[in-house]
Nanobody, 121 residues
Framework: QVRVVESGGDLVQPGGSLRLSCAASGSIFSINAMGWYRQVPGKQRELVAS???????NYLDSVKGRFTISRDNAKNTVYLQMNSLKPEDTAVYYCNADIRYNSGGNVFRYWGQGTQVTVSS
């Protein structure tokens, strides 16, 4: 079995910073891409940032220059450093990981349970 667990969500004032973490554990041979999505009530989940196993990154336009995604492959962990936070960044943030159980096997996407980020004064 595989578990994906996020942490780091909190209440922060506008202009503040937070660092989210997401760790995958269990029967893992390798992890391809990992990413962070966010969702607010009544809206579709949107991709915030993603990172490949080789370190290539992709960002939502509205977070470019403020958020940084990184990963530690040895720890099967992905991070999202969020700076200059705005009220519109308020959402539940979800992590995903594209996991392979064995060499040459299929890749399966796993999701975490979500962590709440609230930006408010």
């Amino acid at each position: 079995q595989v578990r994906v667990v996020e942490s780091g969500g909190d209440l922060v004032q506008p202009g503040g910073s937070l660092r989210l973490s997401c760790a995958a554990s269990g029967s893992i041979f390798s992890i391809n891409a990992m990413g962070w999505y966010r969702q607010v009530p009544g809206k579709q989940r949107e991709l915030v940032a993603s990172i490949t196993s080789g370190g290539s990154t992709n960002y939502l336009d509205s977070v470019k220059g403020r958020f940084t995604i990184s990963r530690d492959n040895a720890k099967n962990t992905v991070y999202l450093q969020m700076n200059s936070l705005k009220p519109e960044d308020t959402a539940v943030y979800y992590c995903n990981a594209d996991i392979r159980y064995n060499s040459g096997g299929n890749v399966f996407r796993y999701w975490g349970q979500g962590t709440q980020v609230t930006v408010s004064s």
